[in-house]
């Protein structure tokens, strides 16, 4: 699993790339890399998880898997007033959303490398988002929803995004057993973007 963009340590060589992209009426760049997850170019799941998200200006806010960090960098866009703190197991994602977050002018950034929701645990959010890592098996997704739903404060939201063709129904099934809920915000080019809000705190 060494060259998996959910591995600590991607094996390939690296050959930065950057990228240039509009989300939520700004223009943004991002520098890439091999080994981590859409090195391309923002792919249309996380596109759509980004204009759909729904951030207020004093969150802060839970990126799981952040990869580069485009999901991460809009939400502390849009939180001003919060924090996003972004989180991922391979270390050189992290490295690039830390430059990604330099690179586009925030400053109210905290990126961590870890493996789920352990580098934050005893923190709680207003939000979490995530485009997450399916092909890391079904047992990692359900690991990660428990956590997350640990990490929100009561009314805490969280927002993900899944290609129906991939099991998006079962994960958003999944969510609703540990959030009691999970409502289905959009839906696009084979990608589904859930909510599921925090309703108790036990």
Same mark, same amino acid.
């Given at each position: 699993? $060494?060259?998996?963009?959910? $591995?600590?340590?991607?094996q390939v060589g690296s050959r930065p790339k950057q990228i240039r992209v509009r989300m939520r009426g700004r223009e943004w760049t991002f520098l890439s890399d091999r080994g981590v997850f859409a090195r391309s170019g923002v792919d249309g799941g996380t596109r759509l998880l980004v204009e759909t998200m729904r951030i207020a200006s004093a969150d802060h806010v839970l990126d799981i898997g952040c990869g580069y960090g485009p999901v991460g960098l809009v939400a502390a866009w849009l939180a001003p007033d919060g924090q996003a703190v972004l989180v991922d197991v391979n270390e050189r994602a992290v490295m690039l959303a830390a430059q990604n977050a330099r690179l586009n002018?925030?400053?109210?950034?905290?990126?961590l490398q870890g493996d789920g929701c352990g580098p934050v645990a005893g923190r709680f959010f207003d939000a979490a988002v995530t485009n997450p890592p399916i092909r890391a098996g079904k047992a990692t997704l359900r690991r990660l929803v428990r956590e997350i739903w640990q990490q929100?404060?009561?009314?805490g939201r969280?927002?993900?995004?899944a290609r129906t063709a991939q099991g998006a129904r079962t994960l958003a099934r999944d969510v609703t057993e540990v959030f009691g809920g999970a409502r289905e915000l959009e839906r696009e080019s084979g990608y589904r973007v859930y909510e599921a809000i925090k309703e108790r705190d036990s």
């Amino acid at each position: 699993m $060494s060259n998996h963009y959910f $591995s600590p340590r991607p094996q390939v060589g690296s050959r930065p790339k950057q990228i240039r992209v509009r989300m939520r009426g700004r223009e943004w760049t991002f520098l890439s890399d091999r080994g981590v997850f859409a090195r391309s170019g923002v792919d249309g799941g996380t596109r759509l998880l980004v204009e759909t998200m729904r951030i207020a200006s004093a969150d802060h806010v839970l990126d799981i898997g952040c990869g580069y960090g485009p999901v991460g960098l809009v939400a502390a866009w849009l939180a001003p007033d919060g924090q996003a703190v972004l989180v991922d197991v391979n270390e050189r994602a992290v490295m690039l959303a830390a430059q990604n977050a330099r690179l586009n002018g925030l400053v109210n950034v905290e990126v961590l490398q870890g493996d789920g929701c352990g580098p934050v645990a005893g923190r709680f959010f207003d939000a979490a988002v995530t485009n997450p890592p399916i092909r890391a098996g079904k047992a990692t997704l359900r690991r990660l929803v428990r956590e997350i739903w640990q990490q929100l404060r009561p009314g805490g939201r969280f927002y993900f995004v899944a290609r129906t063709a991939q099991g998006a129904r079962t994960l958003a099934r999944d969510v609703t057993e540990v959030f009691g809920g999970a409502r289905e915000l959009e839906r696009e080019s084979g990608y589904r973007v859930y909510e599921a809000i925090k309703e108790r705190d036990s």
